[in-house]
């Protein structure tokens, strides 16, 4: 067999469609992955609108992948024909996860934790990733970027703007795991007794507290002045939120790449992909802690909703999440299920 099912975005701003390709093979350090789950992200729908990132069409999109090791490149170790595995797809063809087979960097693998299945697993990749460069790596907040488990900040606040999307929902745990005292995040009220449970200590009602004087309301029940916060929105207002809710020197990392400083305050701007050359030496450092983390239970994947009709069914599902129908879930497709 050489030929698989893939979901092309045909060319720049073009449609999705089913087509065949032929399966990639691994190069030395590759390892091949039957893809069984892809989730999606905002970024599939965001190059689709507005032709970013892809240098090369027909393209392959899809940046969260589950499934079981198919083939193993040269010199690969400690991986088998059949092992359980997820990992971050990339934006050049092998890599993505929107096909049946995908290629990854073997140091960029981690093995599924026996606790979840393959949809849970390929809702962590990207957004956890992004949440850990974000507040732990030396291109984000730094705050531990060797996951050395001795480092707690016990005492500290920590702000979360949005807290129930994919990567708020990372950020609090990584929070969590970093022992800070008080987590305060802004979220809907449907998700609050969700958010607690992923480590937040007081989740902030959008629909009850405005994004012009939440600052005040943040604020007012930190326990301290706040050093660290996490934007996981991206937009000026949610921007200007955590701005105002940091003390003075504090610093806020920021899923807009475009973020700029304000008021003298640093938004630290967040590419949230292993696979970038400046964040591959810690992206290959957090594959080695990540399954354990999954497994002892510190850190939970995302809710899941599966999609229907395998690869055809993820144009219906970004729709949903461009036109915001999504509230607190990762949408994941089911690749093998492609007729
Ligand atoms: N820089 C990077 O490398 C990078 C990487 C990954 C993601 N991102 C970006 O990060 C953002 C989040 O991505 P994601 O996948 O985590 O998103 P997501 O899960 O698709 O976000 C959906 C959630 O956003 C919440 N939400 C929408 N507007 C809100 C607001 N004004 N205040 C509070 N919550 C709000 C919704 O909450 P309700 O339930 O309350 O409606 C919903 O639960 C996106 O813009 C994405 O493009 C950037």
């Known amino acids: 067999m050489s030929s698989q099912k893939v979901l092309f975005l045909e060319h720049a701003k073009g449609p999705l469609v089913v087509a065949d390709a032929p399966i990639p093979r691994p190069g030395p350090g590759q390892i091949s992955v039957k893809v069984i789950g892809a989730a999606l992200n905002p970024i599939d729908w965001k190059i689709q609108a507005f032709d970013l990132i892809v240098k090369k069409y027909p393209a392959i999109l899809g940046s969260d992948i589950a499934g079981d090791v198919e083939e193993i490149g040269e010199g690969v170790q400690g991986f088998s024909k059949g092992d359980k595995v997820f990992c971050q797809g990339f934006f050049v ?8 087979y995908a290629l990854n960097p ?4 981690g093995k599924i934790p026996s606790n979840i299945d393959y949809a849970q697993a390929s809702t962590i990749p990207s957004a956890f990733i992004t949440a850990a460069i974000g507040i732990l790596s030396d291109n984000g907040l730094a705050l531990n970027p060797s996951f050395d488990h001795n480092v707690r ?3 500290k606040p920590a702000f979360v703007f949005g807290g129930s999307t994919s990567v708020g929902q990372y950020a609090i745990q990584i929070f969590r795991l970093l022992g800070f005292s008080t987590i305060i995040t802004y979220s809907s009220a449907r998700h609050i007794d969700f958010l607690k449970s992923l480590g937040a200590t007081l989740v ?13 309301v943040v604020k007012k029940f930190a326990n301290a002045p706040i050093e660290s ?4 929105i991206g937009d000026d207002g949610s921007r200007a939120a ?9 610093k806020l990392a920021d899923v807009n790449i475009q973020a700029k400083d304000k008021d003298g305050k640093k938004a630290i701007t967040i590419f949230g992909s292993a696979h970038a050359p400046q964040n591959k030496e810690f992206g290959s450092l957090l594959w080695k802690h990540l399954p354990r983390l999954v497994q002892e239970g510190k850190i939970i994947p995302n809710r899941v909703e599966k999609l229907p009709n395998g690869l055809a069914g993820i144009d219906d599902g970004l729709k949903k999440v461009k036109t915001s129908q999504i509230s607190g879930v990762k949408l994941v497709a089911f690749p093998q299920e492609t007729v």
């Open 229 to 232: 916060a996490f934007n996981a």
């Open 204 to 216: 902030i009602d959008r629909a009850e507290v405005s994004v012009d004087s939440l600052a005040e």
């Open 242 to 250: 955590c701005f105002d809710s940091l003390a003075e020197g504090g």
């Open 153 to 155: 900040f016990s005492g």
């Open 93 to 100: 063809n092998e890599l993505g996860g929107f096909q049946q």
């Open 106 to 109: 073997a140091e960029l693998v």
